[in-house]
């Protein structure tokens, strides 16, 4: 079982940067791969990048590419998402997300854990 808060979300101006952490419990973190998510309001949910159990795998969505960079502290169970040149259309609530590897027949990681979101508005 692993529980997920997130937190470093707020309100900022176009082109500047936030860091998001995700702050997890379970002594089984190291396993996991974890990701973050958005979802902007009347929109789905959206996947903004991943990163796998030893940090040396990350992939991005395109819309962030070469903006964000996730990273992870095994040590001390955090993730964290560091987000810069950001856009108005940035805006949305950030999920961090924690899967044990599985994935679907299409080969998308599947996440079992989610954090409660934290709020990231970017104004123009």
């Known amino acids: 079982q692993v529980q997920l808060v997130e937190s470093g979300g707020g309100l900022v101006q176009a082109g500047g940067s936030l860091r998001l952490s995700c702050a997890a419990s379970g002594r089984t973190f190291s396993s996991y791969v974890m990701g973050w998510f958005r979802q902007a309001p009347g929109k789905g949910r959206e996947f903004v990048a991943r990163?796998?159990?030893?940090?040396?795998?990350?992939y991005y969505a395109d819309s962030v590419k070469g903006r964000f960079t996730i990273s992870r502290d095994n040590a001390k169970n955090t993730v964290a998402l560091q987000m810069n040149s950001l856009k108005p259309e940035d805006t949305a609530v950030y999920y961090c997300a924690a899967g044990t590897g599985r994935t679907t027949v299409v080969g998308s990681y599947i996440y079992d854990y989610w954090g409660q979101g934290t709020q990231v508005t970017v104004s123009s």
């Open positions: 990163i796998r159990w030893s940090g040396a795998l990350t």
